[in-house]
């Protein structure tokens, strides 16, 4: 009843949100690093997890992979020798037959059984609120998985394995098979990348399942209520030739528009977010509605919203001293770029150094920390 008795307390709630992005879910890893550490030495205590900290943890497809194992308790450090580790496995090596899938779906499922077992979403190996999210395609529905034992399908669902549920997370149309996961006890359904949706960015689909009445947790809002701390995958600008666009083949654009869409989901994310809280790292949405620093929705922020990402421009690398040619650069904006694994790891570590400070986290978030940690260990 611990988790349980969390979910329900009456205590500021604070909320952390993984990107999707394939092997560049690395980059992400030196932002969560850095906010352990700042943790860790803001409380004093040298062994806090993210998962005593945070009360629901969630991601998207790769997010889904980190948020699961940060979630049943895994520290920074394991988490980045688990991640590399996965995304060097995973996109190892390529299928050959042009009518499958692209990558072979066994080194994932064997990661995911070597990781969660037999887990189950009711699992009490998950020390803190989780959320998976993922994509039906037989009813094209974004369903939001998650442990919360008054939730509407916590009956029917809690006793899906994790694995499954992370593995439908991630497998990412063409590059992975859909998997199919028994739901409600006889129903199957076809789940795939829950990227393919409006929550690659599950930001604002998390602060959705905190605060809407149709979901179980009921957390009240207020930027001294509610903090929710999202972490991207990388970003950057598009800038195409006019003529090589219009002058495209039409193949060109099975692959262009489902990016175009999920690059749109992500800024509606990220501006909906800003708009509705006066965020410390505010960014620029676009040259016209600028950072939404003099917009407020509604009377009140509705909660302290905190966005970590980094720029893989040239000239940003260059200024976090990774200086590479541009087709290194689009090397690494892939989602299967496994193999600069070291190289994505110090850019997000030295874009964290950057960017977290210590006043991004209000004290006020501070209260039950203590008593939380001492429950799991």
Same mark, same amino acid.
């Given at each position: 009843?611990?988790?349980?008795?969390?979910?329900?307390?009456?205590?500021?709630?604070?909320?952390?949100?993984?990107?999707?992005?394939?092997?560049?879910?690395?980059?992400?890893?030196?932002?969560?690093?850095?906010?352990?550490?700042?943790?860790?030495?803001?409380?004093?205590?040298?062994?806090?997890?993210?998962?005593?900290?945070?009360?629901?943890?969630?991601?998207?497809?790769?997010?889904? %992979?980190? /948020?699961? *194992?940060?979630?049943? =308790?895994?520290?920074?450090?394991? #988490?980045?020798?688990?991640?590399?580790? @996965?995304?060097?496995?995973?996109?190892?090596?390529?299928?050959?037959?042009?009518?499958?899938?692209?990558?072979?779906?066994?080194?994932?499922?064997?990661?995911?059984?070597?990781?969660?077992?037999?887990?189950?979403?009711?699992?009490?190996?998950?020390?803190?609120?989780?959320?998976?999210?993922?994509?039906?395609?037989?009813?094209?529905?974004?369903?939001?998985?998650?442990?919360?034992?008054?939730?509407?399908?916590?009956?029917?669902?809690?006793?899906?394995?994790?694995?499954?549920?992370?593995?439908?997370?991630?497998?990412?149309?063409?590059?992975?098979?859909?998997?199919?996961?028994?739901?409600?006890?006889?129903?199957?359904?076809?789940?795939?990348?829950?990227?393919?949706?409006?929550?690659?960015?599950?930001?604002?689909? %998390?602060? /959705?399942? *905190?605060?809407?009445? =149709?979901?179980?947790?009921?957390? #009240?809002?207020?930027?001294?209520?509610? @903090?929710?701390?999202?972490?991207?995958?990388?970003?950057?600008?598009?800038?195409?030739?006019?003529?090589?666009?219009?002058?495209?083949?039409?193949?060109?654009?099975?692959?262009?528009?489902?990016?175009?869409?999920?690059?749109?989901?992500?800024?509606?994310?990220?501006?909906?977010?800003?708009?509705?809280?006066?965020?410390?790292?505010?960014?620029?949405?676009?040259?016209?509605?600028?950072?939404?620093?003099?917009?407020?929705?509604?009377?009140?922020?509705?909660?302290?919203?905190?966005?970590?990402?980094?720029?893989?421009?040239?000239?940003?690398?260059?200024?976090?001293?990774?200086?590479?040619?541009?087709?290194?650069?689009?090397?690494?904006?892939?989602?299967?770029?496994?193999?600069?694994?070291?190289?994505?790891?110090?850019?997000?570590?030295? *874009?964290?150094?950057?960017?977290?400070?210590?006043?991004?986290?209000?004290?006020?978030?501070?209260?039950?920390?203590?008593?939380?940690?001492?429950?799991?260990?």
């Amino acid at each position: 009843m611990q988790l349980y008795e969390r979910l329900k307390a009456e205590t500021p709630k604070r909320i952390l949100s993984l990107d999707g992005g394939g092997a560049r879910i690395i980059l992400s890893l030196g932002f969560l690093e850095e906010v352990e550490r700042v943790l860790r030495d803001r409380l004093e205590r040298p062994d806090l997890r993210l998962c005593d900290y945070f009360d629901l943890i969630g991601g998207t497809s790769a997010g889904a %992979l980190v /948020a699961s *194992a940060l979630a049943t =308790g895994m520290g920074m450090s394991e #988490a980045i020798d688990y991640s590399l580790d @996965l995304a060097e496995r995973i996109f190892h090596r390529k299928k050959w037959k042009p009518w499958e899938a692209i990558y072979d779906e066994a080194p994932l499922r064997s990661i995911l059984q070597e990781r969660f077992g037999d887990m189950q979403l009711s699992d009490a190996a998950i020390c803190t609120g989780l959320c998976i999210v993922t994509k039906r395609a037989d009813t094209r529905s974004t369903w939001p998985f998650h442990n919360h034992p008054d939730g509407r399908f916590y009956a029917a669902n809690k006793d899906i394995h994790i694995r499954d549920i992370v593995h439908a997370s991630a497998a990412a149309p063409i590059y992975f098979e859909p998997v199919g996961v028994a739901v409600g006890g006889a129903e199957e359904g076809a789940f795939f990348d829950g990227g393919v949706s409006m929550a690659n960015n599950p930001s604002l689909q %998390l602060f /959705a399942l *905190a605060t809407l009445s =149709g979901y179980p947790f009921g957390w #009240a809002t207020g930027a001294e209520r509610l @903090l929710l701390t999202s972490i991207g995958t990388g970003n950057w600008g598009h800038d195409a030739n006019v003529r090589e666009v219009l002058s495209g083949k039409a193949w060109d654009w099975a692959w262009e528009v489902p990016m175009m869409l999920i690059d749109d989901a992500n800024m509606h994310n990220q501006m909906m977010l800003q708009w509705m809280s006066q965020s410390p790292t505010s960014r620029q949405i676009d040259a016209e509605i600028g950072d939404l620093s003099g917009d407020q929705l509604g009377p009140e922020p509705m909660l302290h919203y905190l966005r970590y990402d980094v720029s893989l421009e040239q000239d940003e690398l260059e200024r976090l001293g990774f200086s590479m040619p541009e087709k290194r650069i689009e090397k690494i904006r892939g989602l299967t770029c496994a193999s600069l694994k070291d190289e994505l790891l110090g850019i997000g570590r030295a *874009a964290a150094r950057i960017q977290i400070r210590t006043a991004h986290f209000p004290e006020v978030f501070d209260k039950g920390i203590q008593a939380r940690q001492v429950q799991r260990e």
